[in-house]
């Protein structure tokens, strides 16, 4: 059993700041690829920003250059560092892990996501 739990939504002015954090845990060998996806109201869930497990990034376009991902793979982390955000990413953000949790035995695990909204 593989679980992510997501933190660090909330309630922000635009052009405010926000860090999502995202841990996993439980049965893990390793994790490759971890990521964020967004899905605001009416909209499909959208990949937002995703890294490998040796730090390669990629983003989508409307948040380059604001967004930075990161990961710390002795804890199993990643985080989402959002600056000047803007009301189009109030969204409720994923976290998305590829776990090796065994010989041969590979998982996409999801978060239960947390809610970021960005209003005056």
């Known amino acids: 059993q593989v679980q992510l739990v997501e933190s660090g939504g909330d309630l922000v002015q635009p052009g405010g700041s926000l860090r999502l954090s995202c841990a996993a845990s439980g049965s893990i060998f390793s994790i490759n690829d971890m990521g964020w996806y967004r899905q605001a109201p009416g909209k499909q869930r959208e990949l937002v920003a995703a890294i490998t497990s040796g730090s390669n990034t990629k983003y989508s376009d409307s948040v380059k250059g604001r967004f930075t991902i990161s990961r710390d793979n002795a804890r199993n982390t990643v985080w989402l560092q959002m600056n000047n955000l803007k009301p189009e990413d109030t969204a409720v953000y994923y976290c998305?892990?590829?776990?090796?949790?065994?010989?041969?035995?590979?998982?996409?695990?999801w978060g239960q996501g947390t809610l970021v909204t960005v209003s005056s």
């Open positions: 998305n892990a590829a776990v090796v949790a065994g010989i041969q035995r590979y998982l996409e695990v």
